[in-house]
């Protein structure tokens, strides 16, 4: 069993508020919620904001007095065969729910053990479409729309706002990336949008993408569609703006975020890539995003607004639910409103968030601006 040093200074934040929780034996027990995600390596700019977004709304429920939360944090560095020994762990514990993953194959590779000991999860960022329309999941949850919402407004924003007539889609070849990018190929093909000119799979962490580059060059692509994360992207479009390529690039919500912009540098001008709602007027956006830059000292990063619409419906629904077992937190979940960055949620019978969206974004001036 692993608890990290996150987990034990909030359990003794919890257990010191009021100075009762932890000495009366009428009190229930901390409700344990585990935090899943990559919290180093390549992708850890994905997974930290979500881990401190839990450590945040644990904190403000704690405070409140009512339910206490005990978080349980590991690190799956966003790979499949780390996540399923985290899920373990995390089970092993005693979570009742979870907070993550946040890549698709990390989240599709635990999500079995979840599954066979009846706990709830929310992922603010999984969108591989799989997850939650087949089926197989049924605890499973997500705070983002899946994939086939996002590759249909990909699909549609490169080829109609954009005019885009030849289109080469890309990805990493990963659940997340091949999904996303066979779901706009077809959302392409379905609606005739264009002509997919090619359609290929890259190997992430390569050290040379020109022979994709060149594919890409001598297929006259207008476009080029990437399905994936930021690694691979920031050196696709840098190769292709120092040969002198102004094909326009447009990717996903893997792409949208702060690490890209820095590696990529100033290649990243122009980059549209898709991104959850601009919720920034919300009055729990504001409140949550002040508190912390007042504890990290900067803006918080990919998913954090996603990240605490999962912690506060999870923490919400342990609340309300008449029974605190797999049945009655659906339920909760389903029925019970979620006052969130997002607006007031509830999840669908398939797990998905009610009132969650995509938005185009692009580069200017090295920051990603909303599309008018």
């Given at each position: 069993?692993?608890?990290?040093?996150?987990?034990v200074?909030?359990?003794?934040?919890?257990?010191?508020?009021g100075n009762?929780?932890?000495?009366?034996p009428?009190?229930?027990?901390?409700?344990?919620?585990?935090?899943?995600?990559?919290?180093?390596?390549?992708?850890?700019?994905?997974?930290?904001?979500?881990?401190?977004?839990?450590?945040?709304v644990a904190?403000?429920?704690?405070?409140?007095?009512?339910?206490?939360?005990?978080?349980?944090?590991?690190?799956?560095t966003?790979?499949?065969e780390?996540?399923?020994?985290t899920?373990?762990?995390?089970?092993?514990?005693?979570?009742?729910?979870?907070?993550?993953h946040?890549?698709?194959?990390?989240?599709?590779?635990a999500l079995p053990?979840?599954?066979?000991?009846d706990?709830?999860v929310?992922?603010?960022?999984?969108?591989?479409?799989?997850?939650?329309?087949?089926?197989?999941?049924?605890t499973?949850?997500r705070?983002?729309?899946?994939?086939?919402?996002?590759a249909?407004?990909?699909a549609?924003?490169?080829?109609?706002?954009?005019?885009?007539?030849?289109?080469?889609?890309i990805?990493?070849?990963g659940?997340?990336?091949?999904?996303?990018?066979?779901?706009?190929?077809?959302?392409?093909?379905?609606?005739?949008l264009a002509?997919?000119?090619?359609?290929?799979?890259?190997?992430?962490?390569?050290?040379?993408?020109?022979?994709i580059?060149?594919?890409?060059k001598?297929?006259?692509?207008?476009a080029?569609?990437?399905?994936?994360?930021?690694?691979?992207?920031?050196?696709?479009?840098?190769?292709?703006?120092?040969?002198?390529?102004?094909?326009?690039?447009?990717?996903?919500?893997?792409?949208?975020d702060?690490?890209?912009?820095?590696?990529?540098?100033?290649?990243?001008?122009g980059?549209y890539a898709?991104g959850p709602?601009?919720?920034?007027?919300?009055?729990?956006t504001?409140?949550?995003?002040?508190?912390?830059?007042?504890k990290?000292?900067?803006?918080p990063?990919?998913?954090?607004?996603?990240?605490?619409?999962?912690?506060?419906?999870?923490t919400n629904?342990?609340?309300?639910?008449?029974?605190?077992?797999?049945?009655?937190?659906?339920?909760?979940?389903r029925?019970?409103?979620?006052?969130?960055p997002?607006?007031?949620?509830?999840f669908?019978?398939?797990?998905?968030?009610?009132?969650?969206?995509?938005?185009?974004?692009?580069?200017?001036?090295?920051?990603?601006?909303?599309?008018?």
């Open positions: 069993m692993h608890f990290s040093k996150t987990t200074l909030l359990c003794l934040a919890a257990a010191l508020a009762t929780f932890a000495a009366d009428e009190q229930p027990a901390p409700v344990k919620i585990g935090v899943a995600g990559a919290h180093s390596g390549d992708l850890a700019s994905y997974g930290i904001p979500t881990m401190r977004a839990a450590q945040l904190e403000a429920v704690n405070a409140k007095g009512g339910i206490q939360v005990e978080l349980l944090i590991e690190d799956d966003c790979k499949p780390v996540a399923a020994n899920a373990a762990k995390l089970v092993s514990a005693g979570a009742k729910m979870v907070i993550g946040i890549c698709s194959g990390a989240t599709k590779a053990i979840y599954t066979e000991a706990v709830i929310i992922s603010p960022s999984a969108t591989d479409s799989d997850l939650t329309l087949s089926g197989k999941y049924p499973f949850h705070t983002i729309a899946p994939n086939n919402a996002q249909a407004a990909i549609k924003f490169t080829a109609d706002t954009l005019k885009a007539r030849k289109i080469a889609i990805h990493d070849k659940d997340y990336g091949k999904g996303l990018a066979e779901d706009a190929r077809e959302e392409i093909r379905k609606g005739a002509e997919v000119v090619l359609f290929e799979g890259i190997t992430p962490g390569a050290m040379d993408y020109s022979a580059v060149q594919k890409i001598m297929a006259r692509a207008d080029v569609i990437y399905g994936g994360y930021h690694p691979e992207a920031s050196k696709v479009v840098t190769l292709m703006r120092k040969r002198q390529m102004k094909t326009l690039f447009v990717s996903d919500d893997g792409v949208k702060e690490t890209f912009l820095k590696v990529a540098g100033k290649y990243a001008e980059v898709t709602a601009d919720v920034s007027e919300n009055r729990v504001k409140q949550y995003r002040q508190a912390y830059a007042d990290y000292g900067e803006e990063g990919a998913f954090f607004d996603n990240a605490v619409a999962a912690a506060i419906a999870l629904a342990a609340e309300k639910a008449e029974k605190f077992d797999v049945k009655g937190l659906k339920e909760a979940l029925t019970k409103i979620a006052v969130t997002f607006g007031e949620i509830k669908d019978e398939r797990g998905d968030a009610t009132g969650v969206g995509y938005t185009m974004y692009t580069v200017k001036e090295g920051k990603f601006e909303q599309v008018k």
